[in-house]
């Protein structure tokens, strides 16, 4: 197969793409349209939390696809229902609306925390965020997200995301004023540079927001769903949340994405929500076979494990070379280099012979590790040694 045979032209330039095809994959490898096989610690950008073609996962399509793919939202479905009970049933939240990205589902969550200021308070708007949040690529999630040059790229912004500096309560405290009606923020900054917020700052922010009234808002779809090594990030603080959004990892993926709240909040009234393929039977099937998976027995247990190893063997390579250390949680980790050599490392890794490795500068000065949930021991092992070759070839 010849990279030219296939007409990439015709796709709207977005960003910059090598000249492969991936063309499949198996649990935590990828393949190209050479045959030349990739270890793979990007999975999709933290979204194949059971990696490549899961078996549960294709099963559950496979068997969903030949019994009902679309009744449309206006209808209750049996998987949109099972896989909400799944999710209520393991988290602190009481209600579920699906959606289809995570961007969507942010959406959903700013829709619903002005619908409940208005519905039982005064009419507030202002969400409070966070420098260096990501949030999404629509324009009211560009906006609430604290991503450098955001603010004037589709100008005008859609108002009301005043910035405060993750782990710093003061920040917060002082953008509190009358039209504030919550705090959103993603337990663990993922695009930021894998920066979690400390367990005492997520427990100041719930003791603020309860003292004013306000909602707190998570946005785990990248530290969610297990990635963090508890199936939800904000487990860890020992804080309950009021909304949390869900994407990426949910679906293992497939599209789908989910915002849950407290019953309290769930205050949407007939016609203020939806959407087309919201809770569609096809996705949700797929999402109630990966949170079963991941709430299996053990799972979480070997995902702390597999963490802990991860993290062990980043900060062996870290003193070996000189680096900065590594920060994270569960297998969402990042390894902070002494320069901004990380596309460099992410570009060679890549292109090494006879397999390739996939990672992610999230950054320029640190790699991002988001690799499949069921990584095996031995995969880490395989990915610390073909990183060890590309420093030394740098
Ligand atoms: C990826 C991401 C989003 C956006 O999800 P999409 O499915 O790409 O719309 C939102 N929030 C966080 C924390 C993310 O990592």
């Not at 899961?54 to 793919?69: F, S, V, Y």
């Not at 324009?139 to 004037?152: E, H, L, Q, V």
């Not at 859609?158 to 920040?171: E, M, Q, R, T, Y």
């Not at 869900?246 to 407290?262: E, F, N, R, T």
Request: glycine share 10%; charged share 20%; net charge neutral.
């Amino acid at each position: 197969m010849n990279f030219n045979e296939y007409p990439v032209d015709s796709l709207m330039y977005i960003t910059n793409r090598p000249d492969i095809v991936f063309t499949h994959g198996k649990g935590s490898w990828l393949y190209d349209n050479t045959g030349k096989r990739y270890l793979d610690f990007i999975q999709g950008w933290a979204v194949n939390s059971l990696g490549h073609c899961n078996e549960g996962m294709i099963e559950a399509l496979d068997k969903q696809a030949r019994t009902l793919i679309n009744p449309s939202p206006a209808f209750y479905n049996a998987p949109m229902a099972q896989l909400a009970g799944l999710l209520t049933a393991n988290s602190c939240f009481d209600k579920v609306f699906f959606a289809n990205s995570g961007a969507e589902a942010n959406e959903g969550a700013i829709k619903l925390a002005r619908k409940w200021d208005k519905k039982f308070r005064n009419g507030a708007y202002e969400i409070i965020t966070f420098d260096h949040s990501f949030h999404g690529r629509t324009i009211a999630t560009m906006s609430a997200s604290g991503k450098a040059g955001w603010d004037t790229i589709y100008a005008p912004q859609v108002p009301g995301f005043p910035k405060a500096d993750l782990n710093d309560i003061a920040s917060v405290e002082t953008l509190i004023n009358e039209k504030t009606v919550a705090v959103m923020l993603e337990p663990i900054q993922g695009e930021g540079g894998v920066i979690p917020a400390t367990r005492e700052f997520m427990q100041q922010l719930r003791t603020l927001t309860k003292k004013h009234n306000l909602l707190l808002i998570v946005d785990e779809v990248q530290s969610g769903c297990g990635r963090a090594g508890t199936l939800f990030a904000y487990e860890l603080s020992d804080i309950e949340p009021d909304i949390m959004t869900l994407g990426k990892g949910i679906g293992g993926g497939v599209p789908l994405a989910a915002l849950l709240s407290k019953a309290n909040v769930a205050c949407f009234e007939a016609g203020d929500q939806g959407g087309t393929y919201n809770g569609n039977p096809l996705m949700t099937a797929v999402g109630y076979s990966v949170i079963s998976q991941l709430v299996a027995p053990g799972f979480l247990e070997s995902v702390r494990e597999k963490g802990k190893y991860l993290k062990q063997e980043l900060l062996k390579l870290s003193e070996e070379r000189g680096f900065k250390g590594e920060r994270g949680e569960g297998l969402l980790r990042a390894l902070l280099l002494d320069s901004d050599k990380g596309l460099q490392i992410v570009q060679k890794a890549r292109l090494m012979q006879p397999n390739g490795l996939l990672l992610n500068a999230a950054r320029p000065n640190l790699l991002r590790f988001m690799p499949a949930l069921n990584v095996t021991k031995d995969e880490i092992d395989q990915m610390m040694s073909m990183l060890r070759s590309v420093l030394d070839s740098l």
